[in-house]
């Protein structure tokens, strides 16, 4: 069987040891722009009202700066923002109000509250845009690994492949709603910050910008070494949600064995494990913040007595200087905001990795290009001289098998545990693909058809019957639309009709998660009502019925039978009685079908199957 991408990509976390570890920006970040695109104008407008919000909270600054001037009598303040202040005070604070502080105030008001508006606007902007690329992801990576084939599944954790779609498809919301806007925050504020200070003085401008040169790399440094225990951390929460999700769907295991302290233990190591790296990762950064603060103090003191020498010599006006003072308080968040952002996009980076893997899987199982819709039922099934091993297996499960079953006939198939059994019927419902040898329907290779028209055509019950949450008739309906009457003549066929009546609400009776609140032979019987309302050509049965007792189940046979008419069956069977009635049957030992024909030439064949028959009706004989 060919093997597709998938085989490079989610199959455990240690494909996040990567290579980028050192960038800011990885490669597959830039996967997310294509998702943004649908919602272009959301994110313009975004990106603008956001650059407003930021030039809008440094504005008031320069007011305070002239209403400081003003009150302090400063005819003219510092650099070319003295026009700035001649201009306002000629053209629109006359305006505003006949006395000129309270002009000021009324300036420094409005810039607040374009702060405002424009703050919320870009919040709102980034936050849905966010919500809504996450939503496209999550649908994106789910259609494309609910289409992968049954060995993908075999392969991999449940947990694992869940805290893809949660926990990192969340983390790449985070880098749209949060990193975006704070890599925005970062240049505009900076970028205001300098042109403010250019246009008051220069010397100022050198001053408050020189030792961000020396702060940034710091940062950055600093922070690609704490990304590394963020990746573990992140690799711990998909340890713990698998171990997780083992320990609850088993909990009844877990319970009947006394493992709940082994079980415990298993969390605990992870949980020790995300805890230690999230700790480490602690440690550092509160090495580093302190020490952060501890530069800005050394720098800002600095800056203060030199804003203030500067001031002294007449360089610029008291009103500059307190403009000075209250940018460079603004200028330390975007600092601590980059140190996050760094982290940020990185655990973005490895998050994108594993989002965009599930994203691009491609199933191996799919129709081929000149593939044929099966038109009608199926009336024909042959397997050819068919091999198969199971991926990622050595050992061959089906060697040469090769049998055909034709309309309105009954297949049986029995043999110990592991001969292969249910393997065929995965063949049948192709899930699996064969190493060698054909599976035909209608005497087509079942790979020139396409897989929707084949399957419409089967109903398949498993040994272990799958039950979604929800009602008796949500589970029946699963496959197809159906009525009332429908739902119940389905019910009666498979035999649950007496029990979902008896029951308070009936076909609206929850079954539970899994189904867990009915019995074993209850689920089989649901899950046979579900195959039985398709009306399928061929039924395929693996151990359906043999969580019920031989009564009932001789009366579902009976129920079958009486409206089989063209339809073809195929059952897997330990309870030979079960099968008896089939118009051949294989016996099967390690993968090779040993014995066939009816029960009664089986029986007289001294064969697996006439010492298995004795064995069950002496069974039978003495219950
Ligand atoms: P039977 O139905 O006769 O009990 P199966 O067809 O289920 O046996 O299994 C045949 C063999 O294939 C067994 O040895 C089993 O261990 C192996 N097998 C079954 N399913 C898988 C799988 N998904 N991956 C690998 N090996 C498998």
Same mark, same amino acid.
């Given at each position: 069987?060919?093997?597709?991408?998938?085989?490079?990509?989610?199959?455990?976390? +240690?494909?996040?040891?990567?290579?980028?570890?050192?960038?800011?920006?990885?490669? *597959?970040?830039?996967?997310?722009?294509?998702?943004?695109?649908?919602?272009?104008?959301?994110?313009?407008?975004?990106? +603008?009202?956001?650059?407003?919000?930021?030039?809008?909270?440094?504005?008031?600054?320069?007011?305070?700066?002239?209403?400081?001037?003003?009150?302090?009598?400063?005819?003219?303040?510092?650099?070319?923002?003295?026009?700035?202040?001649?201009?306002?005070?000629?053209?629109?604070?006359?305006?505003?109000?006949?006395?000129?502080?309270?002009?000021?105030?009324?300036?420094?008001?409005?810039?607040?509250?374009?702060?405002?508006?424009?703050?919320?606007?870009?919040?709102?902007?980034?936050?849905?845009?966010?919500?809504?690329?996450?939503?496209?992801?999550?649908?994106?990576?789910?259609?494309?690994?609910?289409?992968?084939?049954?060995?993908?599944?075999?392969?991999?954790?449940?947990?694992?492949?869940?805290?893809?779609?949660?926990?990192?498809?969340?983390?790449?919301?985070?880098?749209?709603?949060?990193?975006?806007?704070?890599?925005?925050?970062?240049?505009?504020?900076?970028?205001?910050?300098?042109?403010?200070?250019?246009?008051?003085?220069?010397?100022?401008?050198?001053?408050?910008?020189?030792?961000?040169?020396?702060?940034?790399?710091?940062?950055?440094?600093?922070?690609?070494?704490?990304?590394?225990?963020?990746?573990?951390?992140?690799?711990?929460?998909?340890?713990?949600?698998?171990?997780?999700?083992?320990?609850? +769907?088993?909990?009844?295991?877990?319970?009947?064995?006394?493992?709940?302290?082994?079980?415990?233990?298993?969390?605990?190591?992870?949980?020790?494990?995300?805890?230690?790296?999230?700790?480490?990762?602690? *440690?550092?950064?509160?090495?580093?913040?302190?020490?952060?603060?501890?530069?800005?103090?050394?720098?800002?003191?600095?800056?203060?007595?030199?804003?203030?020498?500067?001031?002294?010599?007449?360089?610029?006006?008291?009103?500059?200087?307190?403009?000075?003072?209250?940018?460079?308080?603004?200028?330390?968040?975007?600092?601590?905001?980059?140190?996050?952002?760094?982290?940020?996009?990185?655990?973005?980076?490895?998050?994108? *990795?594993?989002?965009?893997?599930?994203?691009?899987?491609?199933?191996?199982?799919?129709?081929?290009?000149?593939?044929?819709?099966?038109?009608?039922?199926?009336?024909?099934?042959?397997?050819?001289?068919?091999?198969?091993?199971?991926?990622?297996?050595?050992?061959?499960?089906?060697?040469?098998?090769?049998?055909?079953?034709?309309?309105?006939?009954?297949?049986?198939?029995?043999?110990?545990?592991?001969?292969?059994?249910?393997?065929?019927?995965?063949?049948?419902?192709?899930?699996?693909?064969?190493?060698?040898?054909?599976?035909?329907?209608?005497?087509?290779?079942?790979?020139?058809?396409?897989?929707?028209?084949?399957?419409?055509?089967?109903?398949?019950?498993?040994?272990?019957?799958?039950?979604?949450?929800?009602?008796?008739?949500?589970?029946?309906?699963?496959?197809?639309?159906?009525?009332?009457?429908?739902?119940?003549?389905?019910? *009666?066929?498979?035999?649950?009709?007496?029990?979902?009546?008896?029951?308070?609400?009936?076909?609206?009776?929850?079954?539970?998660?899994?189904?867990?609140?009915?019995?074993?032979?209850?689920?089989?019987?649901? +899950?046979?009502?579900?195959?039985?309302?398709?009306?399928?050509?061929?039924?395929?049965?693996?151990?359906?019925?043999?969580?019920?007792?031989?009564?009932?189940?001789?009366?579902?046979?009976?129920?079958?039978?009486?409206?089989?008419?063209?339809?073809?069956?195929?059952?897997?069977?330990?309870?030979?009685?079960?099968?008896?009635?089939?118009?051949?049957?294989?016996?099967?030992?390690?993968?090779?079908?040993?014995?066939?024909?009816?029960?009664?030439?089986?029986?007289?064949?001294?064969?697996?199957?006439?010492?298995?028959?004795?064995?069950?009706?002496?069974?039978?004989?003495?219950?």
């Amino acid at each position: 069987m060919s093997q597709g991408r998938h085989e490079v990509s989610i199959a455990n976390s +240690s494909e996040d040891e990567g290579d980028d570890d050192s960038q800011i920006l990885g490669r *597959r970040i830039w996967r997310i722009f294509p998702y943004v695109r649908p919602y272009r104008r959301r994110a313009v407008v975004g990106i +603008s009202t956001n650059m407003l919000a930021r030039v809008f909270d440094l504005v008031p600054f320069i007011f305070i700066g002239f209403a400081v001037d003003f009150y302090s009598g400063h005819s003219k303040s510092g650099g070319r923002l003295g026009d700035l202040r001649a201009f306002l005070d000629e053209n629109l604070l006359i305006h505003l109000s006949d006395d000129q502080a309270v002009s000021y105030g009324i300036l420094i008001f409005l810039g607040f509250a374009g702060l405002a508006i424009f703050q919320g606007i870009s919040d709102y902007c980034w936050q849905t845009l966010g919500y809504k690329v996450q939503h496209d992801l999550r649908l994106d990576a789910t259609q494309s690994l609910i289409r992968m084939e049954a060995s993908y599944y075999d392969l991999r954790q449940t947990g694992v492949l869940m805290s893809v779609l949660s926990s990192d498809v969340n983390q790449l919301e985070d880098v749209i709603s949060d990193s975006s806007t704070s890599i925005i925050r970062i240049f505009t504020t900076f970028i205001t910050a300098f042109v403010i200070l250019m246009m008051m003085s220069w010397k100022l401008t050198a001053v408050l910008f020189g030792p961000l040169v020396l702060i940034f790399p710091m940062v950055y440094l600093f922070s690609t070494r704490v990304q590394r225990k963020y990746r573990k951390q992140r690799e711990s929460t998909g340890g713990i949600n698998a171990v997780l999700e083992n320990v609850i +769907s088993g909990i009844a295991v877990v319970q009947a064995y006394n493992a709940q302290e082994w079980e415990i233990s298993r969390v605990s190591s992870e949980s020790e494990e995300y805890r230690d790296e999230a700790i480490g990762a602690s *440690r550092d950064r509160n090495r580093f913040i302190p020490g952060l603060y501890g530069v800005a103090g050394v720098v800002y003191g600095l800056l203060v007595s030199v804003g203030g020498w500067l001031m002294k010599e007449g360089d610029i006006s008291t009103g500059a200087f307190v403009t000075f003072l209250l940018i460079m308080t603004r200028l330390s968040m975007p600092l601590f905001i980059f140190g996050m952002l760094v982290n940020q996009l990185q655990r973005g980076e490895a998050a994108a *990795r594993r989002v965009f893997a599930m994203v691009d899987l491609e199933p191996s199982i799919v129709d081929k290009e000149d593939a044929t819709a099966l038109e009608g039922p199926i009336d024909n099934i042959e397997f050819r001289d068919v091999h198969f091993t199971y991926p990622g297996t050595e050992t061959p499960v089906l060697n040469g098998i090769s049998f055909t079953v034709g309309q309105g006939g009954f297949l049986g198939v029995m043999g110990h545990t592991g001969a292969g059994k249910s393997t065929i019927l995965k063949l049948i419902l192709r899930y699996y693909e064969p190493d060698s040898g054909e599976v035909l329907v209608n005497g087509h290779n079942i790979q020139n058809l396409t897989l929707d028209s084949v399957r419409e055509q089967m109903g398949f019950v498993n040994q272990d019957p799958f039950l979604f949450y929800g009602s008796i008739r949500d589970n029946v309906i699963y496959s197809r639309e159906a009525n009332e009457e429908e739902v119940e003549s389905a019910l *009666r066929l498979s035999g649950a009709e007496e029990f979902v009546t008896s029951m308070e609400d009936g076909v609206d009776t929850l079954v539970g998660d899994r189904g867990v609140m009915l019995s074993g032979g209850q689920r089989a019987r649901i +899950s046979l009502a579900r195959a039985m309302l398709k009306a399928p050509s061929l039924l395929i049965l693996d151990e359906a019925s043999s969580a019920l007792d031989a009564e009932t189940e001789r009366q579902i046979q009976s129920n079958l039978l009486g409206t089989g008419g063209s339809r073809t069956t195929i059952a897997v069977a330990h309870r030979l009685s079960t099968i008896r009635n089939a118009d051949e049957i294989l016996s099967m030992v390690d993968g090779a079908v040993v014995e066939r024909g009816t029960h009664d030439t089986l029986v007289n064949n001294n064969g697996v199957y006439s010492s298995q028959w004795a064995i069950q009706t002496g069974a039978l004989g003495e219950e």
